[in-house]
């Protein structure tokens, strides 16, 4: 009987470490909660579009590309520290919300997606930046 309760116990602290370990969050941001993640040092930007879409529809200024479509996208994922902040964003919401899931698989710790996309941030009057070619 001992044994039993001593099993029960233990398979209990395990579970509730299993638990605690799962840290990883993903956060659905307004445009206006955006503009104050991007003032901060250690975010990380991305826009998870195609190089075209960024080129033609603007950016985030401090965003890097990584286009969720690439085949080399869970490569250039891996290159981000993934104890740092991740905000990401697309067209509209769907690709950066498929994206999060997949950082958060992967054990990123904290994940931003912006509501609407920079459809919705352009919309509310936020800057977007744009390459002169």
């Known amino acids: 009987m001992r044994k039993l309760v001593y099993i029960c ?60 479509n690439s085949p080399t996208f869970a490569e250039d994922i891996a290159l981000l520290d993934k104890t740092k902040p991740v905000v990401l964003y697309c067209g509209a919401g769907g690709r950066s919300t498929k994206c999060a899931e997949k950082l958060k698989a992967a054990g990123f710790v904290k994940i931003y997606d912006l509501q609407g996309g920079i459809s919705e941030w352009k919309h509310k009057g936020y800057p977007v930046e744009y390459t002169n070619n």
């Open 9 to 68: 116990i233990t398979v209990v602290l395990l579970c509730q470490g299993c638990k605690e370990s799962e840290t990883a969050t993903i956060e659905v941001v307004t445009s206006e909660e955006m503009q104050s993640l991007l003032s901060l040092d250690e975010v990380q930007v991305v826009d998870v579009r195609t190089p075209e879409e960024r080129l033609t529809d603007g950016y985030l200024k401090a965003s890097q590309n990584i286009d969720y």
